[in-house]
Structure formats: structure tokens, C-alpha cells
């Protein structure tokens, strides 16, 4: 028995059934579990896909029993929905991905949803596609660690800031700050080192936090209690652009470059950045294909879904236009342009010329475009000046430039 979970809202769950399709495409019917653990004897191997949400409709609950069904014919499976309400989570502030909604926080409450009989279940992120048999993980012995984790490649000079006897106090991250897209958990030692009693007490003395669920699980699972996975296994889709790995900068992916290197040939479960249901085309993997073209795929074969996620796809276009600014802006930067990059933020009226020019972007150069379109967008949505995307465009070229062919040799 399999237990995984997904939280996701209404509009969302679409996502994640394409998700959970791929999960059940790239599990291998000619392998039993005993292949993956030889001392296990689990014999009726079934997949429960957990859903927690605020709100399902009985229309969208129909779609998820005819994907089950379809889905169960290929591997046996079962999909529980399970409701959630913003109430339980008032002491968690509304912040980063939880922006507006408390649902990102949903997951820290995931153990009470499984009676004693259940010890293990995997996390997922509902952006992420599966890319390998999953029961790999599910072999993998936790032992007395609370979690199995993956290291996020981001900057870890993040913080939280709380009120302990109305004193301020700032709790600050290290190289070991994970990733909480995927959480392979062990359930007993969840529940016996009190996890959503310690996130739930420390969110309510917040008054600054970033990554809401993300940030709390950082501070409270402490090191020597997690069990560190290959990078694999939560490949952040911006990587395939470029990453900072430990051995150049302690405070980036806390792996080697040797490490990652071995990741990026054999990615296992994709985390995508970029959105596919946003962008058709994005980064290029180490064999060269667009990365996005990997979930259209699966969403073909997506039971109920498809259809719906196919006819949406004809009206993706606003990723040219990302593209497009980030390839003038990379241009601006180089030539000390500032009159330029100005222009770019204040200025839409040649948008249409640079929707027309990304569409000669070559691919691997691609994705960099579209981390410095983001930027672009950013600015004009918060109405920023010029001087904060400059430096955030020049940082960010000088890493692609220093960092990016360092895995594609």
C-alpha cells in the first residue's frame, strides 16, 4: 500500500491529476515491491492518492472517479479527497505561498488523515511529473528520521522572524534549508517529535516569514532527522539552466557538482518553475528536449483531463512575450543599456515585435530569457524602477554564464 499526497484547490486539481497519471504510467507492472525492497512483504500493492483541499465540487469529484477508474485498470488505485477548512490554520499567517490562500499549509496537518497502520507517505507538489517508478522511494528505509528531503537550490540567506516573552527573535536558515515539494514521511516519527504542534506554535509567534510551509518545516525538523535524497528526486526545472552547487558556494544546492551532475542526466521527478500549463517551452534537459514537452505528453494520456487541458494549450502565448523581453533585456545588460532596460518596464508598445523575435530563441538559451522576462513582468506588475531589475538581470547573467555549461560537458 502506497499512501501519497497532494493538496490542491478546484482549479488545480486538474494539475494534479496529470500528476498522479504519471505516476501510474511509469510504474513497471513487471516489478513487484520485494524488487525494490527484498525484505518487504507487501503483497497487494495499491496506490491511495490523497487529495486535501478547501473545496471540491461534485462535478470535479465525478472527474476524479472516472480517472481512478481509468487509472485502475492499468494499476490498481484509489483517490480520497479530503476537506480542509482555513479555520484550522488561523494561527498561520498569510504569507508567501500562502499569499492568499491557507492551502500550502494543509500538508503540515497530512498525519491526521492516516490511522496508526499507515508509517509512510510521500508529499508531492502538484507542479512536479514523475519520471521514474515511485515505489523507489517507498523502499527507502527512513529508519529514526522524520523525513526524507531534497535540498532546495536556492539562496539560503533566508529567515524567519518571530515573538518569543515579547522579545524579537530571527531564526536563520542554513545550507541544509530543503525543498518541501516532495516529503517522504515517516509517519511515527512525525507524530512523536510533534511537527504540526511545533509549526503551528511557531507560525502563531510570526510576524515575518517567507516560504510559509516550507519555512516552519525548515525550523522545525532539525537536521540529524532527515534523511537527505538525491537531488533526483526533486529536480527544481530551473536548474537545467544553471545551479550554484556546495562546492562553489556553500549557501546555494546543498549537493556537489559531481552530485548534481549525476541528477541532471537522470532527472527523476521534475519540479517545474515555469509553469507547463503557462509555458510551452522553457528549459532543455541534458538530452536536449524542452522539458515541457515531457507534461503535455502525459497529459494526453491523461484520463477525463485531457480534453480540457488540450483545448487550453492553443491560447498559451504569453510565455513568447516573457521570452522575449528577457532576450532584449539580456541584450541591454551587456551594453550597459539603461535608457533600454527602462524602456522595457515602462514601455509595452513593441511587445508584439519581441513576441515575434522569441520565437528564434535558440533553445538553450531559452530559459534565461525567461527568468529575465520574469523579471520584467515583476516590475511592470509592482511598477518598479529600473535600478532593482538591472542588478538582479546582471547577477543572474554572470551565474548563467559562470555555472551553466559546468553540466552540459
Not at 510551509?213 to 529536480?235: G, P, S, V
Not at 550597459?336 to 530563441?361: G, R
Amino acid at each position: 500500500m502506497y499512501h501519497l499526497v497532494f493538496s490542491a484547490d478546484e482549479n488545480y486539481i486538474k494539475y494534479t491529476s496529470v500528476l498522479i497519471t504519471s505516476i501510474i504510467l511509469n510504474t513497471d507492472k513487471n516489478k513487484k515491491f520485494q524488487d525494490f525492497d527484498k525484505n518487504s512483504n507487501v503483497k497487494n500493492e495499491k496506490y491511495f492518492f490523497h487529495i486535501l483541499s478547501n473545496f471540491v465540487s461534485d462535478k470535479t469529484r465525478e472527474k476524479l472517479l472516472n480517472l481512478q477508474n481509468d487509472l485502475n485498470i492499468i494499476f490498481p488505485c484509489e483517490i480520497i479527497i479530503h476537506i480542509k477548512n482555513d479555520e484550522e490554520f488561523k494561527n498561520f499567517p498569510i504569507s508567501g505561498a500562502a499569499h492568499s490562500l491557507k492551502l500550502p499549509y494543509y500538508r503540515l496537518k497530512l498525519s491526521s488523515i492516516f490511522d496508526e497502520s499507515v508509517k509512510k507517505c510521500l508529499y508531492l507538489d502538484s507542479d512536479m511529473l514523475c519520471m521514474c517508478d515511485i515505489r523507489e522511494l517507498f523502499s527507502i528505509n527512513l529508519k529514526d528520521k522524520i523525513a526524507g528531503v531534497v535540498g532546495d537550490p536556492g539562496s539560503k540567506k533566508s529567515k524567519i522572524k518571530f515573538k518569543e516573552n515579547d522579545k524579537k527573535k530571527i531564526f536563520y536558515f542554513d545550507e541544509n534549508y530543503f525543498n518541501s515539494g516532495l516529503l517522504l514521511i515517516n509517519l511515527e516519527e512525525y507524530k512523536k517529535h510533534n511537527i504540526e504542534q511545533k509549526c503551528e506554535e511557531l507560525a502563531s509567534k510570526c510576524y515575518y516569514i517567507k516560504a510559509a510551509d516550507q519555512d516552519l518545516l525548515n525550523a522545525t525538523i532539525e537536521t540529524k532527522l532527515r534523511y537527505k535524497l538525491d537531488f533526483a528526486y526533486n529536480f527544481s526545472t530551473i536548474a537545467f539552466c544553471y545551479v550554484i552547487c556546495k562546492d562553489e558556494n556553500k549557501n546555494r544546492l546543498n549537493y556537489t557538482r559531481d552530485e548534481f551532475n549525476k541528477s541532471i542526466k537522470n532527472p527523476k521527478i521534475l519540479h517545474y518553475g515555469e509553469k507547463p500549463w503557462k509555458f510551452l517551452k522553457s528549459y532543455f534537459d541534458y538530452k536536449g528536449n524542452n522539458i515541457n514537452d515531457y507534461w503535455w505528453d502525459v497529459v494526453s494520456k491523461t484520463p477525463v483531463f485531457n480534453e480540457e487541458l488540450l483545448k487550453s494549450k492553443k491560447d498559451i502565448t504569453n510565455y513568447l512575450l516573457c521570452a522575449g523581453l528577457g532576450r532584449e533585456l539580456f541584450d541591454a545588460i551587456l551594453k550597459f543599456n539603461f535608457l533600454k532596460v527602462n524602456f522595457l518596464i515602462k514601455n509595452t508598445s513593441h511587445d508584439e515585435k519581441y513576441i515575434q523575435k522569441a520565437k528564434s530563441i535558440e533553445n538553450d538559451f531559452f530559459g534565461i530569457c525567461c527568468i529575465l522576462g520574469t523579471a520584467i513582468f515583476y516590475a511592470r506588475y509592482y511598477k518598479k524602477n529600473f535600478f532593482g531589475v538591472y542588478f538582479k538581470a546582471l547577477k543572474i547573467i554572470y551565474n548563467f554564464k559562470k555555472y551553466h555549461f559546468k553540466s552540459r560537458n
